[in-house]
């Protein structure tokens, strides 16, 4: 199985030109470990990349509550060291994530799935936006401000959000099948 980050690593290997046969200088052709996959293999690189997204999510949780459970003194170089290496981890799954919908719509015309992976990129980048408002709202610094109203809104929604993540991967392996 290829991580996100060895697929990122690898998605920028260079292949050297002829420069003798054209007479111009070298360049460097991007290569992407998927090119030739069969759709089935690209779903379940997305399944394999939201199983890395899920994991990414539970890390930013932890990170949290050791940040909440670490003061006052709170250590919040700690809390931002584990927000930098989770923030990197979803970068990398959003860049292979958007290359697979790339692919989907252009070279494999298959629109239809692509739009299934526009909508998973769409609803993880809502239930990250909203976790990270979640967590703000209960740092030790706002608790004072604190609308439980608004956080169990809040909450609510990162469960809709997730509903909604599980039934686009449905939707977008159903689909799969169907387009093989």
């Known amino acids: 199985m290829i991580t996100a980050e060895a697929a990122s690593e690898s998605t920028v290997s260079a292949v050297p030109g002829d420069t003798a046969a054209t007479g111009v200088p070298e360049r460097e ?8 996959a069969p759709i089935r293999e690209l779903v379940q690189r997305i399944h394999q990349l939201q199983a890395e997204r899920a994991q990414a999510f539970r890390r930013l949780e932890e990170g949290h509550r050791q940040y909440l459970s670490s003061g006052p003194p709170y250590d919040f170089p700690r809390y931002r060291s584990t927000v930098h290496e989770v923030t990197q981890v979803f970068a990398a799954a959003s860049r292979e994530v958007l290359a697979v919908e790339a692919e989907l719509a252009g070279p494999r015309a298959q629109p239809l799935l692509a739009s299934h992976v526009r909508s ?5 980048e809502t239930r990250l936006t909203t976790v990270a408002l ?3 709202m209960g740092t030790p610094e706002l608790t004072g401000q604190e609308d439980s109203l608004q956080i169990h809104q809040l909450k609510m929604k990162v469960i809709k959000t997730m509903e909604a993540i599980s039934e686009v991967l449905q939707d977008l392996r159903f689909d799969a099948e169907s387009a093989e």
Do not use: G
């Not at 052709?29 to 030739?36: A, R």
């Open 134 to 136: 979640l967590q703000l």
């Open 120 to 124: 998973l990129q769409q609803l993880e």
């Open 29 to 36: 052709e991007l290569v992407w470990p998927w090119k030739d």
